[in-house]
């Protein structure tokens, strides 16, 4: 088995806060897209799991980290471009963790993104994985 190296979002981790993460998620969310906001809130959720390793876990927290850091590598404040280093994290995140996240988990994340997005926008989350030219 080929062993690949991992981004360091560990360095991140001293930037992940809950109410941090409120506050930046609550900030970016429609301008970041409800792909983008559910994939934080599925791993947000996922830290509360007892079924996710404590490596993942700390993978997950790396990334939160680097999601609410004002350190990014293109910054947030670029259109268009500026969320899709965090994205990117995100969903290379989400690709490891993925088989650990339960139905329990996804349908929080959708309850909670319907509070804050229309029917058709929360429909995007449905295609998290996809390869998308706009976020």
């Known amino acids: ?14 930037k992940f806060t809950n109410n941090g993460f409120v506050e930046k998620i609550s900030h ?9 906001v559910y994939g934080a809130l599925v791993l947000y ?9 404590v490596k993942d876990k700390a993978i997950i927290v790396g990334a939160l980290g680097y999601l609410i850091s004002p350190l990014d590598v293109i ?14 994290v995100l969903i290379y995140v989400l ?11 996804k349908e929080k994340a959708y309850a909670k ?20 030219d706009d976020k």
């Open 1 to 14: 088995m080929k062993n690949v190296d991992l981004p360091d979002f560990m360095k991140y981790k001293d």
């Open 28 to 36: 970016v969310a429609k301008r970041a897209g409800a792909k983008f």
């Open 45 to 53: 959720y996922t830290l509360e799991s007892d079924k996710v390793s």
């Open 75 to 88: 910054p947030d404040a670029i259109p268009i471009a500026g969320l899709s280093d965090d994205l990117a």
């Open 95 to 105: 690709d490891k963790v993925w088989g650990s996240v339960s139905d329990e988990i």
């Open 113 to 132: 993104l319907s509070k804050w997005f229309d029917e058709d926008e929360v429909a995007e989350a449905n295609h998290l994985f996809d390869k998308s």
